[in-house]
Structure formats: C-alpha cells, structure tokens
C-alpha cells in the first residue's frame, strides 16, 4: 500500500512540482532548517533554496540558488543559476546551472552540466565525474574516472582512473595524478607541468569524428529531407502558435513574461521536470493498473513539451521588439519569435545545444504560469 501510495505521490509531482512543493515558502526562499530531518524526498522550488537539514531520501531542488550544506542520505537532483554544494550527498548528485561549485562529500558519482563547474580542494568524490560545462576546474581527488568537455578543463588534483576530455585548453598541474589513462580529443596539445603524473598512456586525437565517404546523391537527398522537415515543422509550429496567441493571447504573454522576470527557476523546473518524467513513467508502467496512466501522461507531457518552443519563440520576439523600441500585435511578436528560433536552431552545433536549453526554459515557465492558473 505504501508503494502505491508513493507512487501516485510521484505521479502528481511530475506536473504539481512546479506548482507546489514539500517545503515552507515565504516571498520564493525555502528553507530547510539545520534541525530539521525529513525521513522522505525532498521536495523544493523558489528563487533561493537552502537545504540545511537531514533528508533521509532524494532531494529534487530549483530556484535562482540552490545552497546544499546539510545531508542528504540519498541522491542529490539541482538546477539553478548558482548551485552550490557543501554539505554530504550519500549517493549520486545530478546538478545543472550557470556555476556549480561543490565543496562537500559526494557518496557515489557527481554529474554537471553547468557554465562555470569548479570542485574545489575540501570536496569529495568517492565516484566518476561526468560534465559538460564552459570551463571546469577539478581542484580535490575524484575516486573514480573522469569525463569532461568543456572549453577549458584545469585539473589540480589526483584521479584515481580514467580521464577523457574534449576540449581545447587541457591543463594538468604540477603534483597532480592521473592514475589511468589520459585521452583528450584538441586542436591544442594539453599543457602537462613537468611536476604532473600521468601513470598510463597519453593520447591525444584530433577529431571524435568517424567519416564514412558518401555519394553526392545521398547527400544531397539528405539536405532536401532535412530541409522538408524543418519546412514542415516551422509551419505546424507556425498554426499551432498563432492559434494559441488568437485564443489565449494573456495566457502566452504572461508566460513568455516568466522568462524575463525569473530565467533561472524556469530553466531549474523544467530540467526537473524532464529528470522525473522517465523514472515516473517507467514505475507506472510497470504496474498492471498504471499502465493506460502510464501512456496518457506520455501523450500529455509530448504536447507540453512541443508548445514550450512556442512561448520561448513570443519570448525571443517580445525580447527583440522591446529593444528596437517597436509595438506590434500579439501574432506577431510571436510570428517573428519563431522565425529567429528557428534560424538559432538550424546553426550547426550550436543549434541542437540553444533547442534543448530553449525547451527546458520555456517548459519550465508553461509549468509555473499553469500552476499561477490555478491559484487564481
């Protein structure tokens, strides 16, 4: 009984989350207190979060700042602008923002994606590093392998196994260890100090690309059959907003809006968001009695996920218009919004990274605006 209770528990979080979270809110700053222990997950959105207590679960956290200096006995799950982690995670610590800088215990493995990631020399990471970041800094011992790609990666202390890194500006300072092996994919050779030990090999590629010769007819049936589906996925999309932005034009724009007055907690749910629904639908489906549950939340969370590329497109074009000083209709904004998304999403490798930071924003704020639907 207790599991299905949890259950269902779990399946409302994946759209009440965003609504209302387990924890004490006043004027967005949540708060878990150093005396307080919570035998559950741990529930937390606003614009601070600090986790000084004891959770003897998971704890599932996003706001502007995420402060994490208490115990949390199971996994760690954080999204915000800063996240910043000083207290002891007993298992595996999942954590997206703009700096990331962890300087506790971390039980089991530590994964980032972030701006700014810097671990510095009072953390502990008893298991592998995984991270994509803008510049990464490893200043305390990783127990356990090392993945990275960032645009810089200076490593200041010992590894225990493995590090793989793309990027292209490698360092490795003097006193530092790496255990195993060390393959890094650069334009740039990597600066090793003399002082710095590497026990395995060295290997240093050029490229992670595999090319495989193709004919110009298959390419060039390739580009027509991408260029038809961007064609028709920019006209859906193009109906599909316009319609929203004639029949409910508060609606979008106060959503759109959310993005402007609180970028960082709309990122934070919306990556939450995409954490939960997996493990929520898995669990359903795996019962007898939550499998038709299991189906209807997928087809509804696809279309919520679709619609956010179209309050992040009113977003971009409100943006844009606000700073050209110009005034136009609610379609229209939008009209041009897409345009620009679009253009932004067919870019070469940056286009794929700006569609998926794009979606989580705008499914976070849809989240947070319906949940302001209801309280009214």
């Keep these: 009984m207790k599991s299905v209770k949890k259950l269902f528990i779990i399946f ?27 035998n559950d997950d741990y529930f937390a959105a ?6 000084s207590g004891t959770v003897n679960g998971d704890v599932y956290a996003a706001g502007g700042q995420v402060l994490v200096d208490g115990t949390v006995n199971g996994d760690l799950v954080a999204a915000g602008g800063v996240v910043n982690v000083s207290g002891k995670i007993g298992e595996d610590a999942r954590i997206a923002g703009g700096q990331v800088i962890v300087s506790g215990q971390i039980g089991d493995d530590l994964s980032v994606a972030a701006g700014t990631l810097e671990i510095v020399n009072e953390a502990t990471l008893s298991g592998n590093l995984v991270t994509g970041a803008g510049s990464v800094i490893i200043a305390a011992p ?21 590090v793989e890194a793309a990027t292209n500006n490698l360092r490795v300072v003097s006193g530092a260890v790496i255990a195993g092996d060390l393959t890094y994919y650069s334009e740039n050779q990597a600066n090793i100090e003399k002082q710095a030990t ?25 580009r027509r059959t991408t260029a038809v589906f961007r064609i028709i996925s920019f006209l859906s999309s193009l109906l599909i907003g316009i319609l929203l932005t004639y ?17 960082w907690l709309s990122l934070g749910i919306g990556f939450l968001s995409v954490v939960l629904f997996p493990f929520v639908f898995i669990i359903l489906a795996l019962t007898l009695v939550g499998l038709p549950l299991a189906f209807i939340l997928l087809f509804v969370y696809l279309i919520i996920l679709y619609l956010a590329k179209i309050f992040i497109s009113y977003f971009i074009g409100s943006f844009v218009l606000q700073k050209l000083g110009k005034k136009t209709e609610t379609v229209w904004v939008f009209v041009l919004g897409l345009a620009i998304y679009f253009i932004l999403a067919s870019i070469p490798f940056i286009g794929p990274l700006f569609s998926a930071f794009a979606t989580l924003f705008g499914l976070g704020a849809l989240f947070i605006e319906i949940r302001n639907l209801i309280k009214r």
Aim: charged share 20%; net charge neutral; no cysteine.
């Design 12 to 38: 409302f979080l994946l759209f009440l989350f965003p609504f209302s979270v387990f924890a004490q809110e006043k004027d967005r700053i949540i708060t878990l207190p150093r005396d307080e222990i919570v």
């Design 46 to 51: 606003g614009q601070t979060v600090y986790i």
């Design 142 to 162: 990783v127990n356990g392998n090392v993945r990275a790609g960032a645009e810089t990666i200076n490593i200041l202390d010992n590894i225990s196994g493995n």
């Design 198 to 222: 590497v026990s395995g090999q060295i290997e240093r590629r050029t490229s992670s690309r595999i090319n495989v010769p193709q004919s110009q007819d298959v390419q060039n049936f390739f």
């Design 247 to 263: 029949l409910f034009p508060r609606f979008v724009g106060e959503t759109a809006s959310l993005l402007g007055k609180s970028p």
